[in-house]
């Protein structure tokens, strides 16, 4: 096993050195003089590996085995930016807002730089969605220097991952590595992280699992990382963390840094959630995740005390929403969730974690808390209801807007009451009407010209009216805003 690192070489060099020095010591006394020996001694003889064990006293066969299946992602965005000598003059600013004649748009292209990790031999990679995100063209390249253009095929940033598909690939088959289960990894174990950290070329770094179940690392909605003292630098982005067995256990995706360079602390997404994604790009699907249907939060030492547990854990369920799986199973505003087939849980984000790698249909086993004891319970997942869109286009003020109605999944994506009411921009094209009105993504539309604005249809019935002018109510950043603008 490539695990135990036996080192017989630098014993038999230690056996012999501590035999020369009993034979000087023997000189020394008197006793069986040897022959006079030069005043420059030969060294020791080295004596070559004699068995497997001793062979593989190097990661070079997990690299060997893992780094064709490791690429660089090179994407490149074109955004729109003010070109004029006057751009940053506040007179000009002040009257033309960026969008007068002065202000020429003029397309502006950026590249960034990222690794990824080939998951399926028909030309599957799955790489950080941060790395793709906006890019209007994405190209990879594999161990041998090839090139190929890819198709964005799945974007999740919920989980900050993508796939990414091999462009006329020609039934070529491609080296794919293969997922391990980030489960079993303990803190201690030795892990290799591969990728092209500042686009030097694929680098390949070692460490140990620093840690499980990280949280407070990025913004996505499943936080569980898997931190790492492996060097991480910016370019390792979507590359793979990989067991001595050449496993996939992880995809990089994070450090921690004040200088802008790795000092031993770096995150990996486990490989559990990601072989969800790969899976569901591999398919050519999108991802349906189960939902609960409750919120939770932390259990600090004064609930666990008012509660009567014995220490502070789990995840504490506050609010219920009406009709969810999480009512039909009988939970109560006050429960505590404690573990999930078989998996403690320690905080919400593990909770989530642990729904969000099985498939809808699927049960699982839940120990709550409650009235100070324990019970159990079979859960079976259930997905979401489903999402009610609404797009606006023609002459109208709200043309190039996309709105969601706000349902209890999305009221609590949003950190609202499950009672919500409204609909949340979803999307507004650049330099449309919409756009150029002040709308923004994130936006709740509450109403507009009097009337409540409940669901995506009635915004778009409503939206495609020609008044002379519309009053909009609107909520954003926690603040209800009302506007008055000409039809």
Do not use: C
């Amino acid at each position: 096993m490539l695990k135990r690192l036996v080192v017989v070489a630098a014993a038999s060099a230690l056996i012999g050195v501590a035999a020369s020095h009993f034979a000087m010591t023997l000189a020394q006394n008197g006793e069986g003089a040897p022959a006079p020996q030069p005043a420059m001694e030969a060294a020791a003889p080295r004596e070559l590996p004699q068995s497997r064990e001793q062979l593989q006293l190097s990661f070079a066969p997990v690299v060997k085995a893992v780094a064709p299946s490791v690429v660089n992602v090179y994407a490149t965005t074109v955004t729109q930016q003010s070109v004029s000598p006057f751009a940053n003059d506040p007179f000009f600013q002040r009257f033309f807002g960026g969008d007068g004649p002065f202000f020429q748009q003029r397309p502006r292209e950026s590249q960034s730089l990222g690794s990824g990790v080939i998951v399926d031999p028909s030309g599957v990679v799955l790489t950080n969605s941060h790395v793709v995100n906006g890019a209007t063209d994405i190209r990879i390249s594999v161990a041998d220097g090839r090139e190929f253009s890819v198709d964005l095929v799945l974007d999740d940033p919920k989980t900050d991952l993508a796939v990414l598909r091999i462009r006329n690939a020609g039934g070529a088959s491609f080296p794919a590595v293969d997922f391990g289960n980030s489960d079993a990894l303990e803190v201690g174990d030795l892990v290799l992280a591969i990728g092209n950290p500042f686009g030097v070329g694929q680098t390949v770094t070692s460490g140990i699992v620093s840690a499980l179940a990280r949280t407070g690392v990025e913004s996505s909605n499943y936080e569980f990382f898997i931190q790492t003292d492996a060097a991480i630098n910016p370019g390792n982005s979507g590359g793979a963390l990989v067991d001595l067995d050449g496993r996939l256990v992880g995809i990089n995706t994070a450090i921690f840094t004040r200088s802008g360079g790795s000092i031993g602390i770096g995150f990996a997404i486990p490989a559990n959630m990601a072989r969800v994604v790969a899976q569901a790009g591999i398919a050519g699907g999108d991802i349906v995740r189960p939902w609960f249907g409750a919120r939770l939060q932390d259990v600090t030492t004064d609930i666990a005390n008012s509660l009567g547990l014995e220490r502070p854990r789990g995840a504490l369920i506050t609010e219920i929403a009406p009709g969810s799986s999480a009512e039909r199973a009988g939970f109560r505003p006050g429960d505590v969730i404690l573990s999930a087939d078989g998996f403690a849980v320690d905080q919400p984000s593990a909770f989530d974690f642990r729904l969000a790698t099985k498939p809808v249909g699927s049960t699982v086993e839940i120990v709550y808390f409650r009235d100070g004891a324990e019970a159990s319970v079979a859960l079976k997942l259930e997905a979401p209801p489903p999402a009610e869109v609404a797009g606006v286009d023609g002459n109208t003020r709200f043309a190039g807007t996309t709105v969601e109605t706000i349902t209890a999944p999305v009221a609590q994506e949003l950190g609202l009451g499950y009672n919500a009411r409204g609909v949340v921009v979803r999307k507004v094209e650049t330099g449309s009407p919409a756009d150029r009105m002040g709308l923004r993504v994130g936006d709740i539309i509450l109403s507009l010209n009097g009337r409540d604005i409940a669901t995506a249809a009635d915004f778009r019935s409503t939206a495609n009216a020609r008044p002379e002018s519309w009053q909009i109510v609107l909520q954003r950043g926690g603040r209800v805003f009302r506007s008055f603008v000409s039809g």
